[in-house]
């Protein structure tokens, strides 16, 4: 079987490749990037929102390079190197950024602790039975009913408790936060269980309908997200079952996403 990289795009395209073209330079913050990943897109959104500067690097993490290992030994993207020290997982990162950079504005943490747990609570949600359900949705195949239709209701619980935590328009209220960082790159791919697996916004509910579409027009989203048709051959492999992500492994033993 051909490994994943073999038919890849091999960079960002669309407003992401102009993002990338503006990040070139060396700088503190070195982001070894793969254009295609929403966990990676996470931190693409918090650097862009924050206008960090930072010097963006295109890695296949399919391939396994030994200079990558050395930065992430997990073999995943997002990575930083931040002044010679490496930093990797998505949530992690965006913690670290917020830490690292606290003159940067918008702050994307509320002040208020409360408010700031209140965030990590629904971060956890997202991460434990969010986007586990959405992938279990997409690799569930046709011929398995029962198993999709599982997978499907499953993402819809979990998005409509999300669904009824959401201020408005943003998770919570105007300001644009963590939460709505974490869950953007999900609400930029759902065309594909809605293309093939019967998923639909509406029915999670109307408020999610909205938050969808204010989170999706969002410029820093935007200005990340590349082109649908390149991502095409990688989702084919999760719809047809034959990922070898380390994520898709984990999903079919059953096993929490790494
Ligand atoms: N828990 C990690 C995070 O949140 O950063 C997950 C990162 C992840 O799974 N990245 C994927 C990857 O690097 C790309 S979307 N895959 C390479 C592989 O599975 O071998």
Known sequence: MAPPDATL???????????????????????YSAWFCPFNHRVWIALEEKG??????EVNPYKKEEYFLQINPRGLVPAVKYRGKAIYESLVLLEFIEDAYPSHKPNLLPSDPSDRAHQRIWIDHIAKAV???SMRLTMAQPNEQEK?????NELYEALRKLQNEIKGPYFAGEQFTLVDVVIAPWILRDYVSAE???????????????????????????????ERDKAKVIYDRYLRGDAHSEAAKAVKAGRPIP
């Open 148 to 152: 999709l239709e599982t997978a499907r």
């Open 52 to 57: 960090i500067p930072y010097q963006y690097k």
């Open 196 to 226: 093939h697996r019967g998923f639909k916004r509406e029915d999670v509910g109307e408020g999610w309908v909205k938050y969808a579409k204010a989170i999706e027009t969002r410029d820093s989203v935007c200005r990340t997200m590349s």
């Open 131 to 133: 986007v586990p359900a």
């Open 9 to 31: 795009h091999t960079v960002a395209t669309g407003r992401a490749a102009e993002t990338v073209a503006q990040h070139q330079n060396p700088q503190d913050l070195t982001f």
